[in-house]
């Protein structure tokens, strides 16, 4: 049996996080899709327009928590965009994982996402969630918004706002749809998937990224090397 490196890689809070906006991503499209009238299922038009508003607010009390976690702890530094490797991980995507190649890219407690995975989450977050989120706040209070002269000189119609935030949502179904599918994607079809549940994931010994020395370490290297000189 193959030996493996243990990488601790989700804290609980993001874990808790991860989950809590997946559950209320899902609530959202279900009832969104309900109130564009794509399906019943019993459901009528009010009961789905209230549970669609309920969960907006309670997502977008999550995502102040998340953010306030983020600058306070250092992860929002996870996010920040990189070219480096970005098209080995592209082709291996396209096509390596399909000949059973290795990942170029192993994640490490400082740097867990991939190149495409940050450039991913950050058209999530600079485009996608904001067409969503004013699109769906201009929605809730279009009644008393709407009838500002201002808005009607730049031609900003209730139908124009219906549209944009039917475009975010369908933006986001596609995200979801790729995010899911790639969690299959590890060295097993699970790992990553639990990897959010447990916090760490196995990786192959031969695999993993090679430990960082820690300060003291790198200090006793340079004085052996000293000594020897």
Known sequence: MATTHRVILFKRFERFWHWSQAGL????????????????????FLTALRIHTI????????????IFWHFTTGEWKQYIPTFD????????YAWGMFRGEEHPYH?????????????????LKLMINPIIWISGIWLLFFADWGAWPVWQQWGISLQLVAWAHTI??????????????LTTTGHT???????MIRGYEDEPEDTA???QPTPVQRTQKIAAVTEKV
């Open 25 to 44: 991503i899902i609530l959202l499209m279900l009832s969104g899709f309900r109130i564009h009238g794509l399906y019943d299922l019993g459901v009528d």
């Open 55 to 66: 969960a907006a607010w309670a997502l977008v009390i999550l995502w102040v928590f998340a």
């Open 85 to 92: 490797k970005v098209f080995l991980v592209a082709r291996h």
């Open 107 to 123: 994640p490490t407690p400082a740097r867990k996402h991939n190149p495409l995975q940050r450039l991913a989450y950050l058209w």
């Open 168 to 181: 975010g949502a369908y933006m986001m179904l596609i995200f979801f749809i790729i995010h899911v599918y």
């Open 189 to 195: 079809p699970t790992a990553h998937i639990m990897a």
């Open 209 to 211: 990224a090679p430990a």
